[in-house]
């Protein structure tokens, strides 16, 4: 698992890492694609990959999403509470 400081990803709303935090939506590492992260929402077989500041490059569906080769798992860093939320996303 990849542990970022939530001040990576700048242009990715605070309240989506939370979300990441919580195990609701998923975030991962990218194999093969210029864009580094990949964000998935539910079970809608939908990513959103994400640049290294975190703005939307591209939303992949269908036969594309089944061919994203997702690396590491990726959550963030609190650094107020020092503490890291690890869940099976």
Do not use: C, W
Request: no cysteine; charged share 25%.
């Amino acid at each position: 698992m990849k542990i970022i400081h939530k001040q990576n990803l700048p242009r990715l709303p605070s309240n989506v890492k939370e979300l990441v935090s919580d195990g609701v939506y998923g975030l991962f590492t990218v194999e093969g694609e210029d864009n580094e992260y990949a964000l998935i929402l539910g079970q809608e077989s939908t990513a959103y990959l994400l640049d290294s500041d975190g703005n939307v490059n591209e939303v992949v569906m269908g036969e594309q999403y089944s061919n994203l080769d997702l690396a590491e798992a990726v959550t963030f860093y609190d650094e107020e509470s020092r503490a890291i939320r690890i869940n099976a996303a």
